[in-house]
């Protein structure tokens, strides 16, 4: 749920900041951002009764686990796939290009959204999956699956820049479906590090 609903702000933001609708998503199938879905899971997982305290301890919460897991996305996505999806540089206040000041506050205000607002929207359905649990069970499998195909294919997109040809049937089935031109579609905000002002 967080996943989706980090696709749909992020869909919004660039809507209203570059008057366009733009992929946002972070995987290849499906409206998904799992940065938003691991901030969202963590916060839950780290806090157990997180909505019932101030606003304030919300806040600085969600700066803090939101701004490490958004660096380390950031770190990982350039070291396994060569590219950037976001570069905060020009931004005062940033680290490493990575996390800036500005966004992690906007991360804050969005917990506190998520805790007062949608967290108790997901409670009132959570009776459902717990009494059908094969939804969660195939919705995990799908998710597992389909972050496991975007970063083999985020993998050979750098491997064919380098001019690395596939070794394996699965690489090879890859180029031909996750051609250049398709993964750029999905992911127009992803560029090459070299490419790149970093």
Known sequence: MGSFMGVVVETLWCFMKHKKIESRKGVIFGPFNPLYGCVAALLCFCV?????????????????VSSVIEYLCSYYQE???????????????????????????????LTMFWFSVFVPMVEEVLPFFIEHRFITILAS????????????????????????????????????????????????????????TR
């Open 48 to 64: 157990n009764s997180l909505s019932k305290q101030n606003m304030g301890r919300i806040f600085l919460v969600g700066v803090v």
């Open 79 to 109: 070291k396994y796939t060569g590219t950037v999806s976001w570069d905060y540089k020009k931004f005062k206040f940033n680290l490493n290009g990575r996390i800036n000041l500005v966004y992690s506050m906007m991360w804050g205000f």
């Open 141 to 196: 499998v799908f998710m597992a699956l389909d972050c496991f195909i975007s970063l083999a294919a985020s993998i050979r997109r750098k491997k064919r820049k380098e001019k690395i040809y596939p070794k394996t049937k699965f690489e090879k089935h890859l180029d031909y479906i996750y051609t250049d031109e398709v993964m750029e579609k999905i992911y127009p905000n992803s560029d090459f590090v070299d490419d790149d």
